[in-house]
């Protein structure tokens, strides 16, 4: 097992004054599946107080992170460790959290309250594994499945189920029958959860190697969260470029995407706004006129609300309403998007564009995609060489243009003019050349 030996001595140091200690949860799951464990979480028959006097005991710095859930963290050489009483909840009467605890003796009672079997295993050097409800077995055939009662787990924590899902996302597990029954029957709990948990396990989810199964298979449940979603799970695509309807072409090119929470989230989003805006001509051909605006407006009204980041709202808000620009492979055109947004910007509508075709008809995008590998290769060697595609990279700035005799309004049009005529290499970016061409020209 691939437990720390700092982990293991403090859970050595727990039984030697007594008690049973165990490293439980998600660590012993990634152990099992020779995953990198970053987080160690004990479980000990000591009440926290107990635990307190053995830390002591042993100079081993701690603080009191949760008492009333039996939790300290001990911190030892710098990592911290959460160590928590066995327990079980009481009652959950917002579907989030236990109106109270109760500290036992025995892990079986402590494992029996936890999510899902995989994640309700415990581990010690005396006792191996101990696993009471087939959560190895379940690693084995790769299945996500509820401890005991899956409707009782779901009306305990109604974020397990978007854990559920989480999980099965990232591991390519599949949710067992039972389980997703019980998940489609208590979705409209999340409404009661927080915005940000939600957010936190959606992310999960979205960087997942099985995101495109869960994604097709759990749409209503995803919909209680994001309704704006649902308009797009029977909109059909009846138009050259597309062989999906639009839902199941979002999710092709969520799976498409590189693994970047922005890049992703940015694709489950793109084309929101097309059911609002879908047209049928006289052939009976499908058009999204507009979509991308619309899209761009329900998304800002969506990521608000799921509380993101600045960084992941003006990310996607910047790429959203041009997903379907044509850049074109022109060297010039490049450098006026680039001057437009900025290379990251302009990295992620490249990845952005190159994923939606991934997620259309191949027999129409093949011209694109080649497209878009040489406007990527353009764009290294404009970043490469240092080439000028803002006013900030040109070799003069606006007080060399007021040394000049240039004020107010005409500092700024002068600068621009240069610009220009270097994106379009009709002038060399040098300061002579620049100061010359506005003495002759712009004086």
């Known amino acids: 097992m691939n437990i720390s030996d700092k982990a293991l001595f403090l859970i050595d140091i727990v039984e030697k004054a007594g008690f049973e200690a165990y490293a439980v949860g998600g660590c012993v799951r990634d152990s099992l599946m020779k995953r990198a464990c970053s987080d160690v979480d004990i479980a000990v028959s000591a009440t926290p107080f107990e635990t307190e006097e053995i830390l002591k005991k042993h100079n081993v710095s701690f603080y009191e992170t949760g008492l009333k859930h039996g939790t300290i963290t001990a911190v030892l050489q710098g990592e ?20 109270n605890v109760r500290f036992v003796k ?19 050097e005396k006792n191996g594994v101990v696993d009471l409800f087939g959560g190895k077995k379940d690693l084995e055939n790769k299945i996500i499945r509820a401890v005991g009662d899956a409707d009782t787990r779901f009306k305990e924590d109604a974020l397990r189920i978007m854990r559920a899902l989480r999980f099965a996302s990232q591991l390519s597990f599949k949710i067992e029958e039972g389980t997703s029954a019980a998940i489609f ?6 409404r009661s959860v927080s915005a940000e948990r939600i957010f936190s396990e959606l992310s999960k989810l979205l960087l997942g190697d099985g995101v495109f199964k869960i994604l097709s298979e759990y749409k209503e449940v995803l919909a209680v969260v994001i309704p704006e979603l649902k308009p797009s799970f029977d909109c059909q695509q009846i138009n050259p470029w597309h062989i999906y309807d639009v839902w199941t072409h979002t999710c092709r090119s969520v799976e498409a995407c590189p693994k970047d929470l922005k890049l992703r989230l940015t694709m489950l989003l793109h084309d929101i706004g097309k059911p609002a805006t879908k047209t049928t001509d006289e ?41 379907d620009i044509t850049v074109g ?18 990295r992620g509508l490249i990845a952005v564009k190159r994923a939606d075709k991934l997620a259309q008809n191949p027999q129409k995008t093949a011209a ?76």
Request: with cysteine.
């Open 80 to 99: 911290c460790f959460e160590i928590t009483t066995f327990r079980t909840d009481g009652d959950y009467k917002d579907n989030r959290h236990p109106e």
């Open 106 to 124: 025995d892990i079986k009672e402590d494992l029996s309250r936890r999510d899902f079997t995989i994640n309700a295993m415990a581990y010690n």
């Open 185 to 190: 029957r208590n979705k409209d709990l999340l």
């Open 283 to 323: 052939k009976g051909i499908n058009h999204f006129k507009g979509h991308q605006a619309v899209s761009a407006e329900a998304s800002s009204v969506i990521l608000k609300r799921l509380k993101v980041s600045n960084d992941i709202y003006n990310y996607a808000m910047a790429i959203i309403p041009i997903h």
């Open 329 to 346: 492979t022109d060297k010039k055109n490049i450098k006026k998007w680039l001057g437009k947004l900025n290379e990251e910007y302009f």
């Open 368 to 443: 694109e995609l080649k497209n878009l590998d040489i406007i990527l290769s353009s764009l290294d060697e404009i970043i490469s060489q240092n080439e000028a595609f803002t006013v900030k990279e040109l070799a003069v700035n606006g007080r060399d243009l007021i040394e000049l005799g240039l004020t107010g309004k005409a500092v700024g049009d002068a600068l621009n003019a240069l610009l220009e005529r270097v994106i379009g290499d009709e002038l060399e970016n040098s300061r002579e050349a620049l100061l010359d061409y506005v003495k002759d020209n712009l004086i």
